[in-house]
Structures are given as structure tokens and as C-alpha cells.
């Protein structure tokens, strides 16, 4: 039975899109379409990781710009206030600032002391602004994700690449050095 009105459907509806085109869900989207597999919210790692890729030993953190503070200036204390200037996708409310401040401050400072802790186990670490998402700035972040994680499996590679060729040129040199003495 729907027993809905059209007010309540449509109001429905918009939930339902807006759950699947949230940040977390485009990002979840685009590396899966370019062939990334993930694991998601991995309770085990500093900071509960949204997205984790192993391989690429690599930890990806989709971030609304308001809550941690996108492009503001690392906070400065003034007269015994933090201060905090708005950024163009980060405005802190006028009334009640101090309170926003002090928490902004708090996850800012959070985001930063779990990716120092990820970065001492070996993990890399990509932060996605929620701004990034935007359907004009979309496809060109989903690229150059994928872009960066190409990019880290490579440079993970490139020491044990580099040992490995030339234990196989010295092996292969001596016998073919011994063949044209002949
Ligand atoms: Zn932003």
C-alpha cells in the first residue's frame, strides 16, 4: 500500500538521491569504475579510514569542507581566542563562533595526529574535499585519484624493481662476457 502523499514521495525521493550522490558514494563509485578495489571504513586504522586500498597501501579520507575546515589557515590564538578565518567553503556560523572555532580546530588538529599515526604504520594517506566533488570538479578529481594511486604503487615498486634488475644484469653478463672471449 503507498500511502504516501506527493509532498512525502517527493520529499522521499530526494532523500534516496541525495544518500547515492553523497561524497562518500561518488568517490566509492569512480575508483570502482576504474577498476580499484576497497575496503570500506576500516575500524582497525587510525582515524576509521573511509576507503582503504592495501594494495596501494594507500588510506583515502572523504571530507566535508565545513567540519575539517577546508583551505583555512592553520588557527591562531589571539588574546586567549582561536581565531579562525573563513574560507570560500568553510564559513563559520557568526553566532555561537567560539563553539565552532574550538571544534573545527578539534577535528583539524584529529585529522592531522591520525594521518602522522598512518604515515608512521607505512600508509600513504589522500584527503577528498567534499568541494572536489561538485559535478563540474567531479570527473577531474576521480582522475587525478587514480592518477596519485598509480603513482604510489609505482614509487612502492621502484627500490625492490631497481635490486632486482641489476642482480639479473650482473647473472646475465658474465656468461655472455665469457662467450665473446672465445
Ligand atoms: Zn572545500
Request: aromatic fraction near 8%; charge should be positive; charged fraction near 30%.
Amino acid at each position: 500500500m503507498d500511502k504516501l502523499s506527493p509532498q512525502q514521495r517527493s520529499k522521499n525521493m530526494a532523500a534516496i538521491r541525495s544518500k547515492d550522490t553523497k561524497p562518500e558514494m561518488i568517490v566509492r563509485k569512480g575508483l570502482w569504475k576504474r577498476g580499484f578495489r576497497y575496503r570500506l571504513n576500516y575500524k582497525r586504522l587510525p582515524g576509521h579510514p573511509d576507503l582503504v586500498l592495501r594494495k596501494y597501501r594507500t588510506c583515502i579520507f572523504i571530507n566535508g569542507c565545513f567540519w575539517h575546515g577546508h583551505n583555512v589557515a592553520e588557527p591562531q590564538m589571539d588574546n586567549g581566542k582561536w581565531i579562525i578565518d573563513n574560507s570560500e567553503c568553510c564559513k563559520i556560523p557568526r553566532t555561537n563562533r567560539e563553539f565552532w572555532v574550538a571544534k573545527i580546530r578539534r577535528n583539524k588538529e584529529r585529522d592531522k595526529e591520525e594521518q602522522r599515526k598512518l604515515a608512521e604504520m607505512g600508509w600513504h594517506c589522500i584527503t577528498v574535499w567534499e568541494c572536489e566533488l561538485k559535478p563540474s570538479k567531479r570527473e577531474t578529481t576521480l582522475d587525478s585519484i587514480a592518477f596519485t594511486l598509480n603513482h604510489i604503487w609505482l614509487q612502492d615498486r621502484a627500490a625492490k624493481v631497481v635490486s632486482y634488475q641489476s642482480l639479473d644484469e650482473n647473472e646475465m653478463q658474465m656468461p655472455m662476457a665469457a662467450d665473446s672471449d672465445r
